[in-house]
């Protein structure tokens, strides 16, 4: 797919794909992360989004075109991986108007009903394309067009923490409490990062999101479960 | 056996310190060098803003450069050692006070059980950096002190905090280890930046503007410095969500520019013109809403 390659100041190296949201692309970034974590040195995170891998190197770089060549030969040449599965994430949420706390303007201004809304947001399989915004924040793909909305054009300061918004041509979750200008429909009762646990995130960059709709019972049955640490989020691997 | 050897001929003697806040500052919080290695999964790197200074302080009482520091920012708090210790300030002039007599910067300081240090306004720079000996000793979270919303229990300093700190050696030798405050770090204003991987966007034009005007310094925050809006710099180009980082210049589509600082988002949707280097990053951390400041291109 010939990604080109980029100094990101003195110590980064941004490597770029056509400017899509694909599922391509983000398939063959992630082989590229696997296979530069494998074989490449002298790095401290490497992060990616949905047409860029960024490499945070320990130390400036000396030779760029030393480093970009090792990199490319590294891109060309197969390699037999060991753990590229993926998982589909079942997410309950409540659309209630409790939680949903622009559940009414949302459904107002798009001239839905709040069965049709549920119906088209918990259908699609979403793919999760990297992390960000906020610690566990996982960038989404694959909202039906019917349910964009433009964003907020003043924010709201304090968008509670598991609330489920939909803004422009996306749709997340917030993992915690934080200003934003996603419109809430709705509330997951599932925490998407605790910080204590030694993997703070269980959700990783190409794996899948399906939501399920709650009742308000449900919410508050799975939070008891949730602090009880008696409720496992079901998962499988997926198959695409 | 040999650590216990070394241990009993020092006859080092140990106490379990800690600070309590008397009365917080504007924006108080602890830090180290950052949170590096999370950023994949969203957690900003955090740690000191002008990281010159704060390992200046640490080094004045000979600690790691990987002990956390209290960072204060524009106003500083009041604080009680409940016990002895050793302590040193550096960057910005808080006109700190023991006791309400005044003591200096740049130096080794010896505080008793029960000593109030307070700090007042910062005379010049905006972040003024506290090193107790063998650091401040919080929660570690993800690998690191650095105080961030959601990662940390303690964020910002509250009224009646108690703060553990490192063990304090009893008999600490006090040479003259003093060291002179480097003017330029506070004085200059030119921020070395090399090209952003959106730079090219700019007109030739715009490129131009960029590099040759001053641009005043709007809002400061531990996130970002914003600069007031310039529309000859409004532009219509857009990019995808993509790699951020501390020190990466944004440029808004109506001519905004952000320079993004520790606690930072890890992704970003506005071109990214420039990238300070280290060193900017420390010296733009010093300068106060109102100043100016100007780019000027490095290269690798």
């Known amino acids: 797919m010939n990604p080109s390659f980029k100094a990101f100041g003195s110590k980064a190296i941004l490597i770029e794909w056509p400017p899509q949201i694909s ?218 | 056996m040999k650590l216990k050897n070394r241990i009993t001929w020092l006859k080092w003697n140990f106490i379990m310190h800690s600070i309590q806040v008397i009365k917080p500052g504007y924006c108080d919080s602890i830090q180290d060098l950052g949170r590096f290695g999370y950023a994949s999964i969203g957690v900003p790197v955090s740690g000191v803003m002008d990281a010159l200074s704060a390992k200046m302080a640490n080094a004045l009482i000979r600690n790691s450069q990987q002990n956390a520091v209290l960072e204060m920012a524009l106003i500083g708090p009041v604080l009680m050692f409940q016990k002895e210790a050793v302590i040193a300030i550096s960057g910005a002039d808080m006109s700190p006070k023991l006791n309400d007599i005044p003591v200096k910067m740049q130096t080794k300081l010896a505080v008793k059980t029960g000593d109030i240090l307070s700090f007042g306004k910062a005379i010049y720079g905006c972040r003024s950096y506290l090193a107790v000996k063998n650091g401040f000793r919080t929660d570690k979270k993800l690998n690191s002190y ?69 641009f005043q310094i709007v809002k400061n925050t531990r996130m970002a410095y914003q600069f007031a809006d310039v529309p000859s710099l409004a532009h219509k180009c857009e990019i995808l969500t993509s790699a951020v980082m501390p020190g990466t210049v944004q440029l808004t589509q109506s001519g905004k520019l952000m320079a993004l600082m520790k606690d930072c988002q890890t992704t970003g949707g506005y071109p990214r013109i420039l990238q300070l280097s280290d060193e900017a990053i420390a010296v733009l951390a010093q300068k106060n809403t109102c100043q100016k400041i100007k780019f000027k291109i490095i290269h690798l």
Not at chain 1, 34 to 59: H, M, P, V
Not at chain 1, 164 to 183: A, D, L, N
Not at chain 1, 210 to 219: G, H, L
Not at chain 2, 157 to 163: A, H, R
């Open chain 2, 146 to 214: 650095a105080a961030f919303n959601g990662i940390t229990d303690l964020v910002i300093l509250k009224k009646g905090v108690i703060i553990p700190i490192g063990k304090q050696l009893k008999i600490f030798r006090f040479g003259h280890s003093s060291i002179k405050v480097d003017r330029q770090h506070f004085n200059n204003e030119v921020l070395d930046a090399y090209k952003g991987p959106e730079f090219e966007l700019l007109t030739p034009k715009q490129q131009d503007i960029l590099l040759t005007d001053g």
């Open chain 1, 23 to 240: 599922e391509t692309i983000l398939l063959d970034i992630l082989l590229f992360k696997q296979k530069i974590e494998s074989r490449f040195k002298g790095f401290y995170d490497l992060t990616t989004a949905y047409n860029s891998l960024t490499i945070f190197l320990q130390n400036p770089i000396t030779d760029f075109d030393k480093q970009v060549a090792i990199l490319k030969n590294i891109y060309q040449t197969p390699i037999r991986l060991s753990n590229l599965d993926h998982y589909v994430w079942q997410i309950p949420v409540c659309y209630d108007l409790e939680f949903g706390l622009d559940l009414e303007f949302y459904l107002k201004s798009k001239n839905l009903s709040l069965d049709q809304l549920i119906d088209l947001h918990t259908k699609p399989l979403y793919t999760i394309h990297f992390l960000g915004f906020l610690p566990g924040f996982p960038y989404l793909g694959g909202l039906p067009e019917t349910l964009n909305i433009p964003r907020k054009f003043n924010p709201s300061l304090n968008v509670p923490k598991g609330s489920v918004g939909i803004g422009g041509k996306q749709t997340g979750v917030y993992t915690m409490e934080s200003p934003g200008g996603w419109y809430v429909i709705g509330k997951t009762p599932i925490p998407f990062f605790d910080v204590n646990l030694k993997d703070p995130c269980f959700l990783k960059a190409g794996d899948k999101i399906k939501f399920f709709e709650i009742s308000k019972d449900d919410f508050y049955k799975i939070s008891n479960e949730i602090e009880k640490q008696n409720y496992l989020v079901k998962m499988e691997l997926y198959h695409a």
